[in-house]
């Protein structure tokens, strides 16, 4: 057995040193090609920058293979390396952030190159007044899909602002801006290098085509915070106020302050002396919202953690109910005493007023998200509920049947509260998400109509503030889209 054993080794290797053609073929075998580069075979000093019309990983050319990247330009893979590695040339968020980059700057040509824009199959201005004339259209249907077809055309401009410190409006990005009712005002939030936020008060009465112009007065008595969350305030008269979510600094702690916006300088012409400042040591809030219903008159709620609190401001009397998350949105009814409030559990509920049970006995109402919620809006006749969340869901909800009825594709959310614009006279929703794109549906049958890219490089630290109305500047005004990112304003006019 040992000598049979000890021939067929022997035999082995003398035909392995009589076929040398078979160890060629085996090295053929293994070869790989500059095109089929194994990743293994991709050292360190392969890692170089892929080309601007790659793609990402996992292209249908190549497997998608796990640290390692596929250049469909170059035809093979490259090293990802650690993300927190600031000397790495290629990572991850690299490679998305230059696709996305790419991704805007085509739309952004596609926008100036392409002046009309179709929204519905079949639906241009000379079908639309044809209809409108044989009376196939209702007034209202008419109104929607005429607000429809000068969405779909608007066309961006760049607002000059004028201010008497031009050297700030270079330094100072836009975090926010919020229009008041009437839209003759927008409340902006500038962020300050040194830290800190600075507010001021933008007047849209200017704003007239062909040549925007715009001035905005800011605030030189009030010490500026972090601000979390921010409204309106109709005290001595309509929008006669700003409630502001102020952070906290250091041993300061947070609080809530109703900012007159007669503070601002020639910002309410006609006005000589200052409305009353007033402040709320209650730390920690979420969110706010000012009542406008006669039952909850100078009362305004606060969303905090595990809590509600509804404070009257000439009084100073506090209704406390409770909650089982975080409140981060809220909003009042006008017709009843309700507030509706958007947790980050996912849960909607409702508030009654009127109850004395503070706690979970005064909910008139429960609905469900699968994601934090970020923003909730009533409509008109207050049947309906429109809010989003956390995981890009927008959904309107039936009040009366607790019910899902449409729901809004597109929007973008991963981590971050963002607002939800719904014009109900104009039928039209609008949000804008965390990937900076702007993003227009139809409430009527949550069609997307538009989607507008950010006219500076795409970032989350960069998120455009967007505000529009079927009158800017007032009740002479026209229809248009503002929207505040970095430094710069623009409007999307009809015109």
Not at 394 to 409: A, F, P, V
Request: aromatic content about 6%.
């Amino acid at each position: 057995m040992r000598k049979s054993s000890w021939q067929s080794r022997r035999h082995g290797r003398r035909g392995h040193q009589q076929n040398p053609g078979s160890r060629q073929r085996s090295s053929t075998e293994r070869y790989i090609p500059e095109t089929q580069q194994s990743p293994q075979d991709a050292g360190p000093g392969d890692a170089e920058a892929p080309s601007t019309s790659s793609g990402t990983a996992g292209s249908p050319s190549a497997p998608d293979l796990p640290g390692f990247y596929f250049d469909p330009e170059k035809n093979r893979y490259f090293r990802l390396l650690p993300g927190h590695n600031n000397c790495n040339p290629l990572t991850t968020e690299s490679i998305q952030q230059k696709a996305m980059e790419t991704k805007r700057l085509q739309m952004l040509q596609e926008e100036d190159k392409q002046r009309k824009k179709i929204t519905r199959t079949g639906l241009n201005a000379t079908s639309l007044l044809q209809k409108s004339k044989l009376g196939f259209l209702s007034a209202s249907s008419y109104c929607r899909l005429a607000h429809e077809l000068r969405v779909s055309c608007m066309r961006r401009k760049k607002v000059l602002i004028q201010s008497s410190d031009p050297s700030a409006l270079t330094s100072d990005r836009f975090n926010l801006i919020l229009a008041d009712t009437n839209s003759t005002r927008l409340f902006t939030v500038n962020d300050v290098k040194v830290g800190g936020s600075k507010y001021g008060i933008i007047n849209l009465r200017g704003l007239q085509m062909p040549s925007l112009k715009v001035r905005i007065h800011e605030n030189l008595y009030f010490t500026n915070r972090k601000v979390n969350s921010v409204c309106w305030a109709s005290l001595n008269h309509l929008d006669s106020h700003v409630l502001l979510c102020l952070m906290g600094i250091a041993e300061t702690p947070g609080c809530v302050t109703l900012l007159p916006a007669s503070l601002f300088v020639n910002s309410h012409p006609g006005r000589d002396l200052p409305d009353m400042l007033c402040s709320f040591r209650i730390p920690g809030a979420w969110s706010c919202a000012w009542s406008l219903n006669s039952q909850a008159n100078n009362c305004f709620s606060t969303g905090l953690s595990r809590r509600v609190l509804v404070t009257n401001v000439v009084t100073g009397h506090r209704q406390s109910f409770g909650s089982s998350s975080d409140v981060l949105t809220q909003k009042f009814a006008h017709t009843a005493p309700l507030l509706f409030n958007g947790c980050r559990s996912g849960e909607i509920f409702v508030i009654d007023l009127r109850s004395r049970n503070k706690g979970k006995g005064c909910r008139a109402a429960r609905l469900f998200h699968d994601s934090a919620v970020t923003s909730v809006q009533i409509l008109q006749e207050e049947q309906c509920l429109m809010a989003s969340d956390m995981a890009g869901a927008i959904k309107l909800w039936d009040l009366r049947t607790t019910k899902c009825l449409r729901q809004y594709e597109g929007h973008v959310n991963e981590y971050a509260i963002l607002p939800l614009h719904v014009h109900e006279d104009e039928g039209l929703v609008v949000a804008v998400g965390q990937d900076c794109y702007t993003r227009i549906w139809s409430l009527h049958d949550a069609q997307l109509l538009r989607t507008i890219p950010s006219p500076h490089p795409t970032s989350k630290a960069d998120i455009p503030s967007v505000a529009f109305s079927s009158q800017l500047g007032g009740s002479c005004g026209a229809p248009g889209l503002l929207m505040a990112v970095q430094q710069d304003l623009y409007c999307f006019s009809y015109n």
